[in-house]
């Protein structure tokens, strides 16, 4: 019998094979997501050991042309489930030493100016004369990004990347993103998803709320640059709920 195979054509980065419920097959959809992936293949590897949960082991590597494989991590997207396991994570996350992993080092301030110059120049204008006001706003907080103690971030904590089994968070997926930077990245959705209580700094919470606010900005901004009016239309919603 031949194995099943599912497709995964959602993704901004990857295309996405899942073989016979027990391998993940991943390989890049552009050169920046080359990039990417050669870092999640240097870097799982040691980060992996220093985490309470599972990631991605790579057991096969094609650089030419780059694919990789690994063993299934089994589980569902994390809803509200193990408020402890996704903050023990992202605890010991932000607690690696920075200088021993192969991890990026972007200008963080800088890199947060130029997207928000790209948003003004291809969102903006998608949005209302009032909504557009408010826009600006927010973009403007982008210069409030700083006094954070840098950290290896995943850069991209989702519910489709926190893998829960039996009510407990088993495995973290989607490496590609991350980076050194600011911790309140990873804790954008979570504070304002499915733990707004948690107890955290007041700097770290507001840092999180604006890069919550500012993230259908880069849906919009992902349609335009590839032609997808659904992410577009998805990503106005987002932005127009979160002004």
């Not at 309470?52 to 494989?69: H, I, K, M």
């Amino acid at each position: 019998m031949d194995a099943p195979l599912i497709e995964i054509d959602e993704g901004w980065d990857y295309k996405v094979l899942i073989v016979d419920d027990a391998w993940v097959v991943r390989w890049p959809r552009h050169r920046l997501a080359v990039e990417e992936i050669a870092q999640e293949v240097e870097l799982l590897p040691v980060l992996g050991p220093l985490l309470p949960v599972d990631v991605p082991r790579f057991e096969y590597v094609s650089r030419e042309p780059w694919l990789v494989a690994y063993p299934l991590i089994r589980g569902e997207a994390l809803v509200d489930e193990d408020p402890d396991g996704v903050r023990a994570f992202l605890e010991a996350l932000h607690a690696v030493d920075v200088d021993a992993v192969p991890a990026r080092r972007p200008d963080w301030l800088e890199t947060y100016r130029e997207q928000a110059d790209e948003f003004r120049r291809l969102v903006l204008p998608l949005l209302e004369p009032d909504e557009r006001v408010r826009g600006e706003a927010l973009l403007a907080e982008v210069e409030t990004l700083t006094g954070f103690q840098p950290a290896l971030t995943h850069s991209d904590v989702a519910a489709n990347h926190m893998l829960v089994r039996e009510g407990k968070l088993v495995g973290v997926i989607d490496w590609g993103d991350a980076r050194i930077g600011d911790p309140a990245l990873d804790y954008a959705w979570v504070l304002n998803g499915p733990f707004p209580d948690w107890d955290v700094d007041d700097e770290l919470r507001r840092r999180a709320r604006i890069y919550h606010r500012l993230a259908p900005w880069f849906d919009v901004h992902y349609g335009v640059f590839t032609d997808r009016p659904q992410w577009v239309s998805s990503g106005l919603a987002g932005i127009r709920e979160r002004l």
